[in-house]
């Protein structure tokens, strides 16, 4: 009898690690959904906004013009299971004091984007951004965005809100999302992500 209880645990953990792991990995996006079921813009030409999509690092990347030439290009983040269209209202609010508002969709949020890594790859892709861009630049970012925007604030001034520390909490973050303890499977997705 206690070799099974022994054996059910074992598969839970497992089971339970695979699952958690892979939700980290590739984050639900419902973004498009909500944003046509409540009537909002799909994408910046929707908004009224003027813009070119391109891409960089793998990464759809858009570009809205800014309406002051002499302000700083303004790099928006979004956090873990968003997309670029949850940023959009900010959009419209900082364009009037932007050269540009640029969004990057971050990996794992958008088809062909490769797996999210809860932050240890987005830097880089997220520099390879900041490369392309001249002059001052303004880092904005909640949660997954934030860990970027702090990490990549030697290339600007960063900004965030409810920032992750690191991986383990953003995989803290996720497990909480979905009603789930943290302890065991936070240790062993950890494990599993490192």
Request: charged share 15%.
């Amino acid at each position: 009898m206690l070799l099974l209880v022994a054996i059910a645990v074992v598969l839970l953990l497992v089971i339970g690690t695979v699952w958690v792991v892979h939700l980290a990995t590739h984050p639900p996006s419902g973004s498009l959904g909500r944003a046509l079921a409540h009537g909002l813009p799909t994408d910046p030409g929707e908004a009224g906004l003027q813009w070119h999509a391109w891409t960089c690092a793998d990464m759809e990347v858009w570009t809205i013009e800014g309406d002051d030439a002499t302000g700083p290009t303004v790099v928006l983040l979004h956090d873990w299971a968003q997309q670029p269209i949850d940023l959009l209202g900010d959009a419209e609010h900082l364009v009037t004091a932007a050269r540009a508002v640029v969004i990057p969709t971050l990996r794992g949020h958008g088809p062909g984007s490769g797996r999210c890594t809860l932050g240890r790859e987005e830097v880089h892709d997220v520099s390879a951004v900041l490369d392309t861009i001249e002059g001052p630049v303004a880092l904005y970012g909640t949660g997954l965005g934030g860990l970027i925007a702090l990490s990549c604030a030697d290339r600007g001034e960063a900004n965030v809100t409810s920032a992750w520390r690191d991986t383990a909490d953003g995989l803290r973050h996720v497990l909480d999302q979905y009603g789930m303890p943290a302890f065991p499977l936070l240790w062993t997705g950890r494990i599993c992500l490192s």
